[in-house]
Nanobody, 119 residues
Framework: QVELVESGGGLVQAGGSLSLSCTAS????????MGWYRQAPGKQRELVAV???????NVAESVKGRFTISGDGARHTVFLQMNSLKPEDTAVYFC?????????????WGQGTRVTVSS
């Protein structure tokens, strides 16, 4: 079982920056993958940025060059640095973790943190 606690959302003007944090209840190195998804009003949840244990990252085209995912193993925490924010980045951001399971993998989600970008 993994618990994920996000923090760092809020209201920011377009062009501004925010940093999100997600702290896991166990080592991030025990995860197959960890990262962030987001869900805007009326839209499906979409991948923002995910990093896997082999160090590879998968970043949405819409945020490439603006958002950076990083981790701190000692603090069991993954970060999402969001720069040059746009109104279309407004969404609830969810931390995501994937762990090995007996038959495949198991997914975990945080409670979500809201990011609002005003124009």
């Amino acid at each position: 079982q993994v618990e994920l606690v996000e923090s760092g959302g809020g209201l920011v003007q377009a062009g501004g920056s925010l940093s999100l944090s997600c702290t896991a209840s166990r080592s991030i190195f025990s995860m197959d993958a960890m990262g962030w998804y987001r869900q805007a009003p009326g839209k499906q949840r979409e991948l923002v940025a995910v990093v896997t244990t082999d160090g590879s990252t998968n970043v949405a085209e819409s945020v490439k060059g603006r958002f950076t995912i990083s981790g701190d193993g000692a603090r069991h925490t993954v970060f999402l640095q969001m720069n040059s924010l746009k109104p279309e980045d407004t969404a609830v951001y969810f931390c995501y973790a994937e762990t090995p399971a007996l038959f495949g993998s198991r997914s975990y989600w945080g409670q979500g943190t809201r990011v609002t970008v005003s124009s």
